[in-house]
């Protein structure tokens, strides 16, 4: 959407080929050297930070719309987006932040008490990680702009965004020991050092080094490699990677890396 | 809904009260010595089998919604139902199984085909596990029976639902190492013999008996009292209880049991 006319065209008679009062929203995750940060975009003309959102085509399935979604409002591609969890209440909906003259005002089109997008509506929440220091996100038509947030200085988001948020990092740290969510952010052989700082920064907490490494090798998640680095005079520590086929296996079985 | 009117009214003005478009089903799991069973309805006319499923009133909550819809459709109180994923995939939704005619035939209201039930539906999936030898499940006046089903020889069922019960347990099993899913399936002390086979049920796999207590009180799960139970001529095995303390700090926190 990127005319005018397409964007009267989605308003007044979206609901034909989206599906009402279902929306989606994506909490992007962002890791780069021990900072963990969320992607927010600014609604034009409200002024108002929110995740990256829209509705679901009708001939799509809720992972093809997620990324179709991300892409037009963000240009990002090729995340692995993960559902993770609905959120439903009463008065969460876009009506309470955002009413019908406040909405023909951003878009310059008039429309009356009974329009689709005002209606209530229940959003599908899916999170996703990746560098920050590689991508280069572009805000579309509607917003502002489109920006890296710190997670731990987020500002009052507009609807229930804060509490996605939360929620996406709380079940992002459950998934953390199941699946190969780290495998994007640090090269393909690291140092204990490496992933100490990606699951502490990850987990927004101190984990202890020495029982860090026998923990992750436990549960399946690490190997040690018979290689060292040298980074630095006396300095030679042993190299790990992720234990690939152990996660391919848990994800292909549905079990969990026990 | 129990009278003619009442169903009438639901079929023909029902989205004034609920949410149109969106559904809730729910996989509840029965287990007992061994066995792993799913609730299954049969639908009255269609002689079909689906989970116990409805729509979102617009005062709801989503977990208020499911509570209500396991009690309306079930007569089951008082689980702990976890919402695990949304499935919207075109083509699950009631139309597949389910046209105008046969909602007609069935229900005795003729509708047309804008009707809002027959509109493309998203389905938010609930979980619940409770002791099957505890409960006596009562089908509602939509059905002809309610009925546990062996989790390991369920029929065919209506819609997307047989892939509904997979993740379901896909999900509880991930989740079985995080939240204190077992607490009411065995008394509050019980033997390792006793969590092995229900750890084992629940997960459908084998596991080592000799590496499943160091894995469970190393997770912080379980703790081994200082007490022992006489289970026949030299056997006298020690008991175990699950860690609550460990678990609710976990559940309150938000943090993974590591």
């Known amino acids: 959407m990127n005319t005018q006319r397409e964007i009267r ?13 279902v929306s989606i929203d994506c909490a992007i995750f962002g890791y780069h050297e021990r900072q963990l940060k969320v992607l927010l975009i600014n609604i034009r003309s409200v002024n108002g930070l929110c995740l990256p959102g829209g509705y679901i085509k009708r001939t799509e399935t809720l992972t093809q719309a997620a990324h179709r979604i991300v892409k037009e409002r963000t240009g990002i591609q090729n995340l692995f987006l993960q559902q993770f969890k609905t959120f439903g209440d009463p008065g969460r ?3 309470r932040e955002l009413d019908e003259k406040k909405f023909s005002a951003i878009t310059g089109v008039k429309i009356g008490k009974k329009n689709w997008l005002i209606d209530q509506t229940i959003s599908i929440g899916f999170y996703a990680i990746t560098d920050f220091s ?9 917003s502002d702009f489109c920006r890296w947030y710190d997670i731990h200085q987020l500002p009052g988001l507009l609807f229930d965004h804060n509490e996605m948020v939360r929620e996406a990092l709380h079940i992002m740290q459950l998934q953390l020991y199941h699946y190969p969510i780290g495998i994007n952010l640090l090269p393909e052989k690291f140092t204990l050092t490496e992933i100490h700082a990606l699951y ?6 101190k984990l202890d080094i020495r029982n860090f490494p026998k923990k ?8 040690k490699l018979n290689e060292k680095v040298s980074i630095g005079p006396h300095r030679s520590p042993f190299l790990y990677k992720f234990d690939k086929a152990k996660y391919n296996k848990a994800l292909k079985e549905g079990i969990p890396l026990h």
């Open 200 to 205: 502490e920064t990850l987990l927004t907490k």
């Open 9 to 21: 065209d989605f308003i007044l008679h979206g609901y034909k080929h989206y599906v009402p009062h």
């Open 216 to 223: 992750l090798i436990f549960l399946g998640i690490i190997k």
């Open 93 to 95: 909906a876009l009506t």
């Open 134 to 142: 590689k991508v280069n996100p572009q805000p579309d038509f509607m």
